[in-house]
């Protein structure tokens, strides 16, 4: 008798669609088990997925999947729709190099239709293969997936309103589970409130449905009466306004519930809307208790759970201790952050000053401009963001921010590769598209009390700013309870050699100095991508035969094209060799090891070095 005795005889959705719908609920507390002991052992995202496993089997047991699409949002959600589509065993690799993704990939099965990583493009994702399937006489169902932290953002809202209007056969399903990675806020979750608390009015119409059910011609009736009467239980559904059928909410766990409504709303055409409600960590008590913390975990032991210890400082932390201090200095520092609180350190800013802290929800665009509307009245907005969601608000960062040169601060986390999460969140990117922009001041600080040196030089700069510093810990320089601030645009020379001056830009300062000592080679810590210190670097070129810029930034248009501009101005011929990354998406896998992989530690800076050298 094995531990998994139904799991084991899954191996695609057709052999679940073989069982029984009586042995559906033993399935459910099967894959559960069998989740919190894969994740425990390698890490990952554990409470959003124990709470969509029955929602799974559900839609694969109704749906003929691939050919009905599903479309997973964000895809922290999606570990059981991989176990059940054929993956189970490269779930001992999960997010490791050349394992199984932690979010859907269409590279990697034909049951992940989409690729995701980011929130809120499920519907849109969805909407588009809804009418392609239209458009080409196709008669599949396609289901968008999505959770109510999603759902606050305005390509949601973007894709609602224009798949009410479009005659396509779309079901957009609503993960309620009041969380996002940290908690819901905003009007949105407060309207979904009061629909859960509308029990009333639900309690009646399924009343009124049953017995009403004996006559077609009542049913329609009533069906009919039933808009006027809703605003006498609940508010009126937004989701109905938008043009979709809503139907809702019904217990996301209760598979004798799923079932059937997924069933009919099957059979159903046009937009459709099934709200469901969720509890983040289902059947892990230790994860129902702390959602937000069993979130993203690390390796665990799952009987005792997650143990929390020291540690060595994380650039996180030193910006959320510096923000906390800062607050206490100058009243005029307001906090923002798109929905990462957790994630970008700001718990306790949240905490001691909740006047000044604003968790906007998952809405990069207007955390941007809400905060080029708070420099505007004098106020200093420090918005914490990771490197790959500042993606989304790229525009407003011009158009909102930079062209009126105002005085808003970014605070840039996961700056560089972050590992195991992959392409969809590397932060490969920033110094490039960062360093184009007019007005920026972008600084890269090369271990954690430069960090804090770097936050406060950026909140006294009149003007845009940002400081960018990777996912984890640094070498371990702890910063001083201070406000030292940095001169705009210097650099500084940390080793003096011979031939080679190695021009090292933010962490792998580390790895430059080690491959410096192996290469008697001049090592300089440049600080600043933006301005660069141009007198640095024209008198290393005069006095070297070779200069080298290394980033963890994309090669192209990052740090060291700033380099170049720098010499071609000044007439120079100096060689350079530029180290970055690659051309290329950097896929899942360990920091350490892809860095080395990539030729950016220390024995691979020195190797590259010797090779252009040879």
């Given at each position: 008798?094995?531990?998994?005795?139904?799991?084991?005889?899954?191996?695609?959705?057709?052999?679940?669609?073989?069982?029984?719908?009586?042995?559906?609920?033993?399935?459910?507390?099967?894959?559960?088990?069998?989740?919190i002991e894969s994740v425990a052992k390698t890490g990952g995202h554990l409470s959003s997925n124990l709470g969509t496993i029955e929602l799974t089997i559900a839609l694969h047991y109704v749906f003929a999947t691939p050919e009905d699409r599903l479309v997973w949002d964000v895809g922290h959600q999606t570990y059981a729709h991989k176990v059940l589509t054929g993956r189970r065993a490269g779930m001992a690799r999960l997010r490791m190099q050349d394992g199984v993704s932690g979010f859907?990939?269409?590279?990697?099965?034909?049951?992940?239709?989409?690729?995701?990583?980011?929130?809120?493009?499920?519907?849109?994702?969805?909407?588009?293969?809804?009418?392609?399937?239209?458009?080409?006489?196709?008669?599949?169902?396609?289901?968008?997936?999505?959770?109510?932290?999603?759902?606050?953002?305005?390509?949601?809202?973007?894709?609602?309103?224009?798949?009410?209007?479009?005659?396509?056969?779309?079901?957009?399903?609503?993960?309620?589970?009041?969380?996002?990675?940290?908690?819901?806020?905003?009007?949105?979750?407060?309207?979904?409130?009061?629909?859960?608390?509308?029990?009333?009015?639900?309690?009646?119409?399924?009343?009124?449905?049953?017995?009403?059910?004996?006559?077609?011609?009542?049913?329609?009736?009533?069906?009919?009466?039933?808009?006027?009467?809703?605003?006498?239980?609940?508010?009126?559904?937004?989701?109905?306004?938008?043009?979709?059928?809503?139907?809702?909410?019904?217990?996301?766990?209760?598979?004798?519930?799923?079932?059937?409504?997924?069933?009919?709303?099957?059979?159903?055409?046009?937009?459709?809307?099934?709200?469901?409600?969720?509890?983040?960590?289902?059947?892990?008590?230790?994860?129902?208790?702390?959602?937000?913390?069993?979130?993203?975990?690390?390796?665990?032991d799952s009987s005792d759970g997650i143990q929390s210890g020291g540690g060595k400082l994380t650039y996180t932390q030193v910006f959320g201790d510096w923000l906390c201090d800062m607050a206490r200095e100058d009243p005029r520092l307001v906090?923002?952050?798109?929905?990462?609180?957790?994630?970008?350190?700001?718990?306790?800013?949240?905490?001691?000053?909740?006047?000044?802290?604003?968790?906007?929800?998952?809405?990069?665009?207007?955390?941007?401009?809400?905060?080029?509307?708070?420099?505007?009245?004098?106020?200093?907005?420090?918005?914490?963001?990771?490197?790959?969601?500042?993606?989304?608000?790229?525009?407003?960062?011009?158009?909102?921010?930079?062209?009126?040169?105002?005085?808003?601060?970014?605070?840039?986390?996961?700056?560089?590769?972050?590992?195991?999460?992959?392409?969809?969140?590397?932060?490969?990117?920033?110094?490039?598209?960062?360093?184009?922009?007019?007005?920026?001041?972008?600084?890269?600080?090369?271990?954690?009390?430069?960090?804090?040196?770097?936050?406060?030089?950026?909140?006294?700069?009149?003007?845009?700013?940002?400081?960018?510093?990777?996912?984890?810990?640094?070498?371990?320089?702890?910063?001083?309870?201070?406000?030292?601030?940095?001169?705009?645009?210097?650099?500084?020379?940390?080793?003096?050699?011979?031939?080679?001056?190695?021009?090292?830009?933010?962490?792998?300062?580390?790895?430059?100095?080690?491959?410096?000592?192996?290469?008697?080679?001049?090592?300089?810590?440049?600080?600043?991508?933006?301005?660069?210190?141009?007198?640095?670097?024209?008198?290393?070129?005069?006095?070297?035969?070779?200069?080298?810029?290394?980033?963890?930034?994309?090669?192209?248009?990052?740090?060291?094209?700033?380099?170049?501009?720098?010499?071609?101005?000044?007439?120079?011929?100096?060689?350079?060799?530029?180290?970055?990354?690659?051309?290329?998406?950097?896929?899942?896998?360990?920091?350490?090891?892809?860095?080395?992989?990539?030729?950016?530690?220390?024995?691979?800076?020195?190797?590259?070095?010797?090779?252009?050298?040879?």
């Amino acid at each position: 008798m094995t531990a998994y005795p139904l799991l084991d005889a899954i191996h695609d959705p057709a052999d679940l669609r073989r069982l029984e719908r009586a042995a559906l609920p033993q399935l459910a507390e099967e894959l559960r088990a069998f989740l919190i002991e894969s994740v425990a052992k390698t890490g990952g995202h554990l409470s959003s997925n124990l709470g969509t496993i029955e929602l799974t089997i559900a839609l694969h047991y109704v749906f003929a999947t691939p050919e009905d699409r599903l479309v997973w949002d964000v895809g922290h959600q999606t570990y059981a729709h991989k176990v059940l589509t054929g993956r189970r065993a490269g779930m001992a690799r999960l997010r490791m190099q050349d394992g199984v993704s932690g979010f859907p990939r269409r590279d990697e099965s034909r049951y992940d239709t989409f690729g995701v990583g980011h929130s809120s493009t499920s519907i849109s994702a969805a909407l588009g293969m809804a009418v392609a399937a239209r458009n080409k006489g196709e008669e599949r169902r396609v289901v968008a997936i999505i959770g109510d932290g999603a759902m606050s953002a305005g390509q949601a809202f973007e894709a609602l309103n224009n798949a009410g209007v479009v005659d396509a056969n779309l079901l957009v399903i609503l993960n309620d589970n009041d969380m996002s990675i940290s908690p819901p806020v905003g009007a949105l979750n407060k309207y979904l409130a009061r629909l859960l608390s509308g029990r009333t009015f639900n309690a009646a119409r399924r009343a009124g449905e049953k017995v009403l059910s004996v006559s077609p011609s009542l049913l329609e009736i009533a069906k009919r009466a039933e808009e006027h009467v809703k605003g006498m239980f609940v508010p009126g559904t937004l989701f109905e306004e938008f043009g979709f059928n809503y139907i809702g909410p019904i217990d996301g766990h209760d598979l004798d519930s799923l079932v059937p409504t997924l069933e009919n709303l099957r059979q159903l055409t046009g937009p459709q809307f099934l709200h469901i409600v969720t509890k983040k960590g289902q059947g892990y008590k230790l994860a129902e208790a702390d959602p937000i913390l069993y979130h993203g975990v690390s390796k665990f032991d799952s009987s005792d759970g997650i143990q929390s210890g020291g540690g060595k400082l994380t650039y996180t932390q030193v910006f959320g201790d510096w923000l906390c201090d800062m607050a206490r200095e100058d009243p005029r520092l307001v906090g923002i952050t798109p929905a990462m609180r957790e994630g970008s350190g700001m718990v306790r800013f949240a905490e001691e000053f909740p006047q000044r802290y604003h968790d906007v929800g998952i809405a990069e665009q207007h955390a941007l401009t809400f905060a080029a509307g708070l420099a505007c009245e004098g106020m200093k907005p420090v918005v914490a963001i990771y490197s790959t969601f500042l993606q989304r608000a790229y525009d407003q960062l011009i158009h909102d921010i930079a062209i009126q040169n105002l005085p808003v601060m970014l605070a840039i986390d996961r700056g560089g590769l972050v590992g195991a999460d992959g392409a969809t969140h590397q932060g490969a990117f920033d110094l490039s598209y960062l360093t184009c922009i007019p007005n920026m001041v972008v600084m890269t600080p090369a271990d954690e009390a430069e960090c804090r040196q770097m936050l406060t030089t950026a909140f006294h700069i009149d003007g845009p700013t940002a400081v960018r510093y990777p996912r984890g810990s640094g070498p371990g320089v702890a910063p001083a309870p201070t406000f030292d601030t940095l001169t705009v645009g210097t650099g500084e020379v940390r080793r003096r050699g011979r031939r080679v001056a190695i021009l090292a830009f933010g962490t792998l300062l580390t790895a430059a100095l080690e491959a410096g000592e192996q290469l008697d080679a001049t090592v300089a810590n440049m600080r600043f991508v933006k301005p660069l210190d141009n007198e640095l670097v024209l008198e290393l070129a005069r006095t070297h035969e070779l200069l080298v810029s290394v980033e963890e930034n994309a090669i192209i248009g990052g740090a060291g094209a700033e380099v170049v501009r720098c010499l071609e101005t000044a007439g120079s011929r100096a060689p350079l060799l530029r180290l970055g990354l690659p051309d290329s998406f950097i896929e899942h896998g360990e920091q350490t090891a892809m860095l080395a992989q990539l030729g950016l530690d220390a024995d691979g800076i020195a190797r590259r070095i010797r090779e252009f050298n040879s």
